[in-house]
């Protein structure tokens, strides 16, 4: 009997040994990527200057869906807050597409594709920043300091982020992070995520190794303290400083009506947001939450769950004043012409990753799994299609690559793991 409970014991340690070297390789590469230089927060000459406002608008004026008469300039200058698990994928390549094509300047992050992350915002973490320097977007993945991001850009910059059900945030972060997270792997039984949820305490650690990814990850992203309970005065504080930050708040679930109202808020069109799902999961990975486990869900993410609540009101109060009637035409059309584009561009629907046959278009997967779908592009199509149906189907990583970012320490990260598992 204690031969078998030793070579249990040896099996479990010989699985630990390369998630114990991944992380120690991390943990080099963060130390090699962070800024050493220090920067004093606040000063007034990392500022972006008002004047640049005017370099930054696009010559060819727009009309607004609802009015014949009402003529707008199209917004260039953007902030959208990247947030974790909530098809936040999709919204960034409609603005690497934007802004590619109207030649405008991006926040990059520097060797990776992320600003750092976890670590807080700083300026420093731009690609080739220099105090002063004014950009149009900045879109990665960061955590989020309102005072530096507001360096970055004129202050005419339209702020922008994007939500999801906690619960089912929580679902997706479980699964796509958990062999990331140190404290998932003692969890027994076949069921992880419920033998998680039906006692958190008992395995979760606020100072455990990227434990920020099971509670709280959207107030975590906002930089704010994740282990907050939900009934703790800061957590509405800090809902209220993101809504008078925030010039729109997208809600996952409605991700068409949305991005009817982003464009209304940038006076876009509606070619600027044809898109298709990027970064989906497919269904066999998806653990349906049943009433008991949802409910266990949004309680231990309480605080994400007051924040999901508020923007979700103020969300469908901006549908009401945009008019449903409306909204219903725009969202109608929005799907008509992606749609059609999907017909251009696509040879069948979303397929898994082994069957992708240009890695191209081949998705960031987790570690050790496959479990996000990626798309074909039809070889046989009208050639004045084909730039645009390429950069509609081109992943994060590599469309990044493409507009000129080193990501080696990514690049790195991918393959480790793909070596080690």
């Known amino acids: 009997m204690s031969g078998i409970k030793g070579i249990k014991c040896t099996a479990v340690i010989r699985r630990l040994i390369p998630w114990l070297l991944l992380s120690n390789i991390m943990l080099v590469l963060y130390c090699l990527t962070s800024p050493s230089r220090v920067k004093i927060r606040g000063s007034q000459e990392d500022t972006c200057p008002l004047r640049t406002t005017k370099l930054t608008s696009l010559a060819v004026p727009s009309r607004r869906a609802n009015s014949q008469s009402e003529v707008c300039a199209p917004k260039v200058n953007i902030v959208f807050m990247k947030t974790h698990k909530t098809?936040?994928?999709?919204?960034?390549?409609?603005?690497?597409?934007?802004?590619?094509?109207?030649?405008?300047?991006?926040?990059?992050?520097?060797?990776?594709n992320d600003f750092l992350y976890p670590s807080p915002f700083l300026c420093s973490q731009v690609k080739d920043y220099r105090p002063g320097d004014c950009f149009n977007i900045i879109c990665n993945h960061m955590r989020f300091d309102h005072r530096e991001v507001a360096k970055l850009l004129p202050p005419d910059a339209a702020y922008i982020t994007i939500l999801r059900d906690p619960a089912d945030l929580f679902e997706s972060a479980f699964h796509y992070y958990h062999r990331a997270v140190p404290i998932t792997w003692r969890i027994g039984g076949e069921n992880k995520l419920a033998e998680f949820l039906n006692d958190p305490q008992a395995f979760y650690s606020p100072t455990a190794y990227n434990s920020f990814y099971l509670k709280n990850l959207l107030f975590f992203d906002f930089g704010f303290d994740n282990n907050l309970e939900a009934d703790d005065p800061s957590v509405k504080t800090n809902i209220q400083n993101l809504s008078n930050r925030f010039h729109l708040v997208l809600i996952a679930e409605y991700?068409?009506?949305?991005?009817?109202?982003?464009?209304?808020?940038?006076?876009?069109?509606?070619?600027?947001?044809l898109h298709?799902?990027?970064?989906?999961?497919?269904?066999?990975?998806?653990?349906?939450?049943?009433?008991?486990?949802?409910?266990?869900?949004?309680?231990?993410?309480?605080?994400?769950?007051?924040?999901?609540?508020?923007?979700?009101?103020?969300?469908?109060?901006?549908?009401?004043?945009?008019?449903?009637?409306?909204?219903?035409?725009?969202?109608?059309?929005?799907?008509?012409?992606?749609?059609?584009?999907?017909?251009?561009c696509m040879a069948g629907g979303a397929v898994e990753a082994q069957r992708i046959q240009n890695r191209r278009f081949l998705p960031w997967q987790p570690v050790g799994e496959t479990s996000i779908l990626g798309y074909n592009m039809k070889e046989d199509m009208d050639p004045k299609f084909r730039t645009t149906c390429e950069k509609m189907l081109t992943p994060e990583i590599q469309y990044l690559s493409e507009l000129g970012v080193s990501l080696w320490v990514t690049q790195l990260w991918g393959w480790l793991k793909d070596a080690i598992y």
């Open 276 to 344: 298709f799902k990027l970064n989906a999961r497919k269904r066999s990975s998806v653990s349906l939450l049943g009433p008991e486990m949802r409910a266990k869900a949004l309680e231990w993410n309480g605080a994400d769950w007051r924040l999901y609540q508020h923007f979700n009101a103020t969300f469908w109060a901006r549908v009401e004043a945009y008019g449903r009637d409306r909204m219903k035409q725009e969202v109608d059309r929005l799907g008509r012409r992606n749609a059609e584009m999907k017909a251009i």
């Open 87 to 112: 098809a936040s994928s999709t919204i960034l390549n409609i603005l690497f597409r934007f802004g590619e094509k109207h030649k405008l300047r991006f926040a990059f992050p520097d060797g990776r």
């Open 255 to 273: 991700f068409e009506e949305s991005l009817i109202l982003l464009k209304d808020l940038l006076c876009w069109t509606t070619e600027d947001i």
